[in-house]
């Protein structure tokens, strides 16, 4: 064999191997990794997924207090376009002599809300002592709103279960004033504590099983129970003690 054939034959022998090692290891043979030309790496996921579900969001500060708030209120002045149509020139009571008392109250959904009262300025300790006590009690309220929100419909409010105080308007079946036009009166939990007819009737459908007395269910008030004493401790007379129909959502300082 001539030098050159040799040459070339040796040359050939060892591209051979080199072709051999590269295939056998994957690689290069210099120990560098090449990636498959065709894979591109994956953006990050926004939502990370366990065993093929996405991540459960972190619950709300409120969600997982492991102690409610404590109760707060606060006493301010209201104007007459604050009051809206729940005030009117005439009424018997000045919006100067009226406070919205903003403070907490417990829901029917086990947490702590922010609501609204307007009160006449006499009775605003009254109500703020007996609301937190219902607060630490955790009785239950479903909403605290002032009546303008309902453009002073005693029957929209009650239709949406509304706990409030002042209306300017008369007495149920009657010309006189009501004492929620002096923002004496408070109306609480309304479906829970209908009005109820002698005969047993309701106006509101919502409110036909809570017609009868007592009654243990949540955000009801029955007879000679805590909440009519809280009320009455504060010279507030309830209104299922009147004779004839009883008025179990009715508060009033004074009686009437």
Not at 122 to 134: I, N, P, Q
Request: positive net charge; glycine residues 10%; contains cysteine.
């Amino acid at each position: 064999m001539s030098r050159t054939r040799n040459h070339r034959h040796l040359g050939f022998l060892a591209l051979a191997c080199l072709t051999a090692a590269v295939t056998a290891c994957g690689g290069t043979g210099t120990g560098v990794t090449v990636e498959p030309a065709t894979t591109s790496a994956a953006p990050p996921s926004a939502s990370p997924q366990v065993s093929g579900r996405p991540r459960t969001p972190p619950a709300s500060p409120e969600a997982t207090s492991e102690s409610p708030p404590g109760f707060t209120a606060k006493v301010s002045a209201v104007s007459a376009r604050e009051l809206g149509e729940s005030w009117r020139p005439g009424c018997p009571v000045p919006t100067e002599d009226l406070r919205k008392v903003t403070m907490t109250y417990w829901g029917f959904d086990e947490r702590a809300h922010t609501g609204e009262l307007v009160v006449h300025r006499a009775v605003t300790d009254d109500v703020t002592a007996v609301f937190r006590r219902l607060y630490d009690w955790r009785f239950p309220i479903t909403r605290m709103r002032t009546i303008d929100v309902y453009k002073g419909s005693d029957f929209d409010s009650i239709e949406a279960d509304n706990t409030s105080a002042f209306n300017c308007r008369r007495t149920t079946g009657a010309s006189s004033w009501s004492k929620h036009a002096y923002g004496r009166a408070i109306d609480l939990n309304p479906r829970e504590n209908p009005w109820v007819e002698p005969d047993g009737s309701v106006a509101h459908r919502n409110a036909r099983a809570f017609a009868k007395r007592p009654l243990r269910e949540p955000g009801v008030v029955n007879p000679g129970d805590r909440v009519v004493s809280l009320f009455e401790k504060y010279g507030w007379e309830w209104g299922g003690y009147f004779s004839g129909a009883k008025d179990y959502q009715h508060f009033s300082k004074g009686g009437g």
